[in-house]
């Protein structure tokens, strides 16, 4: 049976040695992984400076003479471990440290009390992302402890606002780099998994390290009439004219992308474990305006499209703006970004190829690495300018019982 549990630490240290082991990390269990999920770090200056404390728990790597350590952007952390050949290209690791807000309810222990049950930490963060950065600092703490010396140089990047766009975290890094002159070999960031039971008639789990990920569109529909009352509609309303330009998009998918990009190697790769892949399918997601009994001048409808890596921006808006075919409805991109250029994952591609042999190494049940792409967007996207080689992975064992409530 899969096994579960996180390997991150072990990942880390691999990739960070460059060589074979199949040693495991059985969970995250000392002190100080317990420590990040207890620190909400949403946004609040407060909680960006326990973080910051929190990381204290890493003394080797603030004192180790060729490490060098800087807060960008007030709350960011960017480590530059610096290698014994300055002749090779460095490359970055990444992680974030802020969180989405947890409400209370829904909760089986409090979503920040760091909770060990049963050899698992429980908290908000635990997954996305803190996993991340407390497995790529123990891994180097522990690397350092005993006299490990890189000879390729590396970063550490930890962003404090990936989840609200990261424009004060990863975009200043990436700038400040920039300014320096830095390129990178490679990025390994947070993004797919190891996939266990997802596909009927694939018994073998699988890993994906997605090679790209998709761009997103924030549209909004308005629509502008005259006010009215519910007692004496018109003939048409701001919003049915609007609900017609939302049904339009919704009976109109976006062109069918099955097998374009890295999804057709990861068909041929797997071709041999299954008979053939069900279905794959998207869906946008639609947020409405509360609406009441006045009729109300304006309507609006805000939608979020997630841009297939051979698509643009321009093009969905341009198929937003012809499937609605409305002059009546106009569109405002509330804000909007391309996908990043794929990443290579061929023979030669440096990054790829040794996630690939550290993920077989250190998960030897994993007979198949595939590429991929991934679904959401991460802190990786602000470095496309230092680098061609962005690979996005957890060392997760992802199962279909894991979303069930």
């Given at each position: 049976?899969?096994?579960?549990?996180?390997?991150?630490?072990?990942?880390?240290?691999?990739?960070?040695?460059?060589?074979?082991?199949?040693?495991?990390?059985?969970?995250?269990?000392?002190?100080?992984?317990?420590?990040?999920?207890?620190?909400?770090?949403?946004?609040?200056?407060?909680?960006?400076?326990?973080?910051?404390?929190?990381?204290?728990?890493?003394?080797?790597?603030?004192?180790?003479?060729?490490?060098?350590?800087?807060?960008?952007?007030?709350?960011?952390?960017?480590?530059?471990?610096?290698?014994?050949?300055?002749?090779?290209?460095?490359?970055?690791?990444?992680?974030?440290?802020?969180?989405?807000?947890?409400?209370?309810?829904?909760?089986?222990?409090?979503?920040?009390?760091?909770?060990?049950?049963?050899?698992?930490?429980?908290?908000?963060?635990?997954?996305?992302?803190?996993?991340?950065?407390?497995?790529?600092?123990?891994?180097?703490?522990?690397?350092?402890?005993?006299?490990?010396?890189?000879?390729?140089?590396?970063?550490?990047?930890?962003?404090?606002?990936?989840?609200?766009?990261?424009?004060?975290?990863?975009?200043?890094?990436?700038?400040?780099?920039?300014?320096?002159?830095?390129?990178?070999?490679?990025?390994?960031?947070?993004?797919?998994?190891?996939?266990?039971?997802?596909?009927?008639?694939?018994?073998?789990?699988?890993?994906?390290?997605?090679?790209?990920?998709?761009?997103?569109?924030?549209?909004?529909?308005?629509?502008?009439?005259?006010?009215?009352?519910?007692?004496?509609?018109?003939?048409?309303?701001?919003?049915?004219?609007?609900?017609?330009?939302?049904?339009?998009?919704?009976?109109?998918?976006?062109?069918?992308?099955f097998g374009d990009g890295p999804m057709k190697m990861a068909l041929q790769e797997?071709?041999?474990?299954?008979?053939?892949?069900?279905?794959?399918?998207?869906?946008?997601?639609?947020?409405?305006?509360?609406?009441?009994?006045?009729i109300p001048a304006v309507a609006q409808a805000i939608v979020n499209f997630r841009?297939?890596?051979?698509?643009?921006?321009?093009?969905?808006?341009?198929?937003?703006?012809?499937?609605?075919?409305?002059?009546?409805?106009?569109?405002?991109?509330?804000?909007?970004?391309?996908?990043?250029?794929?990443?290579?994952?061929?023979?030669?591609?440096?990054?790829?190829?040794?996630?690939?042999?550290?993920?077989?190494?250190?998960?030897?049940?994993?007979?198949?690495?595939?590429?991929?792409?991934?679904?959401?967007?991460?802190?990786?996207?602000?470095?496309?300018?230092?680098?061609?080689?962005?690979?996005?992975?957890?060392?997760?064992?992802?199962?279909?019982?894991?979303?069930?409530?």
């Amino acid at each position: 049976m899969a096994r579960p549990y996180i390997c991150l630490l072990a990942l880390a240290a691999v990739l960070l040695l460059g060589i074979a082991t199949i040693s495991r990390s059985r969970g995250l269990r000392d002190k100080a992984h317990q420590s990040a999920p207890r620190i909400p770090s949403q946004f609040s200056q407060e909680e960006r400076v326990a973080m910051k404390e929190a990381l204290k728990v890493f003394p080797t790597v603030f004192k180790t003479s060729f490490i060098r350590h800087e807060v960008v952007g007030e709350y960011s952390h960017l480590f530059t471990v610096h290698g014994s050949d300055p002749s090779l290209q460095p490359y970055m690791l990444l992680a974030h440290i802020d969180v989405v807000p947890a409400p209370d309810e829904g909760w089986d222990v409090p979503p920040f009390s760091g909770l060990e049950r049963n050899g698992f930490i429980y908290g908000r963060g635990t997954i996305d992302n803190k996993n991340s950065l407390m497995g790529i600092l123990q891994a180097l703490e522990l690397l350092l402890i005993r006299n490990y010396i890189p000879r390729r140089s590396f970063f550490i990047a930890l962003g404090h606002d990936e989840e609200v766009m990261g424009v004060n975290g990863a975009q200043k890094i990436s700038a400040l780099l920039q300014a320096r002159g830095v390129q990178l070999a490679f990025i390994v960031d947070e993004g797919s998994f190891i996939f266990d039971g997802f596909i009927p008639g694939l018994k073998n789990p699988f890993a994906m390290v997605a090679v790209s990920q998709k761009g997103l569109i924030n549209l909004m529909l308005q629509v502008n009439t005259t006010p009215g009352h519910s007692s004496a509609p018109p003939k048409e309303t701001s919003i049915g004219i609007l609900a017609a330009a939302v049904n339009r998009l919704e009976q109109t998918p976006m062109p069918n992308m099955f097998g374009d990009g890295p999804m057709k190697m990861a068909l041929q790769e797997l071709a041999n474990e299954f008979s053939f892949p069900t279905n794959l399918f998207l869906s946008n997601m639609w947020l409405f305006r509360p609406l009441v009994n006045v009729i109300p001048a304006v309507a609006q409808a805000i939608v979020n499209f997630r841009i297939h890596p051979a698509q643009t921006v321009q093009e969905v808006l341009k198929l937003a703006k012809d499937i609605v075919a409305d002059d009546r409805v106009q569109f405002h991109v509330l804000n909007a970004f391309d996908p990043p250029p794929i990443s290579p994952y061929d023979d030669q591609a440096l990054g790829y190829q040794l996630l690939r042999q550290t993920i077989q190494s250190v998960f030897p049940e994993i007979n198949i690495v595939v590429p991929g792409t991934c679904v959401g967007n991460t802190d990786s996207r602000h470095y496309s300018n230092l680098t061609t080689g962005i690979y996005l992975f957890n060392p997760l064992y992802l199962q279909p019982q894991s979303f069930r409530l």
